[in-house]
């Protein structure tokens, strides 16, 4: 870790962050076409599911094993060494494989929902369920953005920058942020920052940009695409998330969903601000599985 980008993270958040670092080792899983990076550890009879890539490692995920690794299992996979969905659900089999797990919850937050969404579609039968948070559905027009474009243009330094900018703006609030949810905003936004500047390749966003085009090219919900998969469907948002009127979407298409409305004011990090309400669904939901 750069400690210049972690001079607004509090002492204490810090410790935290490191002692998570000092015990929680981070494996690897050698392919033909890559190298896979993924956390799998945690106790219980449910494994969670979810992606990490693109802007952060899997160690971006300590909140949740955190959270959660005494009540479950967690898998956490970077996804940016895969080239395509196909390869990237071949990835993600053989860890499970290898890890000893069968069936698993599969969750995603923000943009590794489009990777929980798409390795539901290609493996239903292992899937009991699948929990999403401020994630967009699939939609073909969003393909039209000329993203995947400027980054095969342009310079990726700038590329970089301009990704960097969009993504602080998550971080920025005309209303003052709770001191709590306000430490741990800070220390993931150094997290990604840290990231983009030193770990983040061409490749590897690329890569992302790849599997997201795809991802809403190829897997847009259609009538009847689901009815013979028996699992359940939870989605947490708030009104004013970015991705809010595709919960639309979600509960039209997929069966069983239901859906779990945060506090409006705090758009995209509304979960980080209202933790205790945020653990709290996905605990009851996973629990009446």
């Given at each position: 870790?750069?400690?210049?980008?972690?001079?607004?993270?509090?002492?204490?958040?810090?410790?935290?962050?490191?002692?998570?670092?000092?015990?929680?080792?981070?494996?690897?899983?050698?392919?033909?076409?890559?190298?896979?990076?993924?956390?799998?550890?945690?106790?219980?009879?449910?494994?969670?599911?979810?992606?990490?890539?693109g802007?952060?490692?899997?160690?971006?995920?300590?909140?949740?094993?955190?959270?959660?690794?005494?009540?479950?299992?967690?898998?956490?996979?970077?996804?940016?060494?895969?080239d395509?969905?196909?390869?990237?659900?071949?990835?993600?089999?053989?860890?499970?494989?290898?890890?000893?797990?069968?069936?698993?919850?599969?969750?995603?937050?923000?943009?590794?929902?489009?990777?929980?969404?798409?390795?539901?579609?290609?493996?239903?039968?292992?899937?009991?369920?699948?929990?999403?948070?401020?994630?967009?559905?699939?939609?073909?027009?969003?393909?039209?953005?000329?993203?995947?474009?400027?980054?095969?243009?342009?310079?990726?330094?700038?590329?970089?920058?301009?990704?960097?900018?969009?993504?602080?703006?998550?971080?920025?609030?005309?209303?003052?942020?709770?001191?709590?949810?306000?430490?741990?905003?800070?220390?993931?936004?150094?997290?990604?920052?840290d990231?983009?500047?030193h770990?983040?390749?061409?490749?590897?966003?690329?890569?992302?940009?790849?599997?997201?085009?795809?991802?809403?090219?190829?897997?847009?919900?259609?009538?009847?695409?689901?009815?013979?998969?028996?699992?359940?469907?939870?989605?947490?948002?708030?009104?004013?998330?970015?991705?809010?009127g595709d919960?639309?979407?979600?509960?039209?298409?997929?069966?069983?969903?239901?859906?779990?409305?945060?506090?409006t004011?705090?758009?995209h990090?509304?979960?980080?601000?209202?933790?205790?309400?945020?653990?709290?669904?996905?605990?009851?939901?996973?629990?009446?599985?």
């Open positions: 870790m750069k400690e210049k980008y972690y001079k607004e993270v509090s002492a204490e958040e810090m410790k935290r962050y490191r002692e998570f670092l000092n015990t929680h080792r981070i494996n690897r899983l050698e392919m033909d076409a890559c190298s896979v990076l993924y956390y799998s550890g945690g106790r219980g009879e449910k494994t969670l599911l979810t992606f990490s890539g802007h952060s490692g899997p160690e971006a995920a300590y909140e949740t094993i955190l959270r959660f690794e005494d009540q479950f299992r967690i898998v956490v996979v970077d996804v940016s060494t895969f395509h969905l196909d390869e990237l659900n071949d990835g993600v089999n053989r860890i499970l494989e290898r890890e000893g797990i069968g069936r698993v919850v599969v969750m995603g937050h923000s943009f590794s929902g489009f990777f929980a969404q798409a390795y539901l579609r290609r493996n239903r039968d292992r899937i009991d369920a699948m929990l999403l948070t401020n994630t967009p559905a699939p939609r073909r027009e969003r393909n039209q953005s000329a993203a995947f474009t400027l980054m095969r243009l342009i310079p990726f330094f700038v590329f970089k920058g301009l990704i960097k900018r969009k993504l602080g703006r998550l971080a920025r609030f005309e209303r003052e942020v709770p001191s709590e949810a306000l430490e741990k905003l800070r220390l993931r936004m150094a997290l990604l920052m990231y983009m500047d770990r983040a390749t061409k490749k590897s966003i690329i890569n992302v940009l790849k599997m997201i085009f795809e991802f809403n090219e190829k897997d847009e919900y259609g009538e009847g695409d689901f009815d013979d998969w028996g699992g359940r469907v939870l989605v947490i948002t708030s009104e004013d998330d970015p991705y809010f919960l639309e979407i979600f509960e039209k298409y997929l069966p069983d969903t239901e859906s779990h409305i945060l506090p004011g705090w758009k990090i509304a979960p980080l601000v209202h933790k205790d309400e945020f653990h709290q669904v996905i605990e009851t939901f996973i629990d009446r599985l």
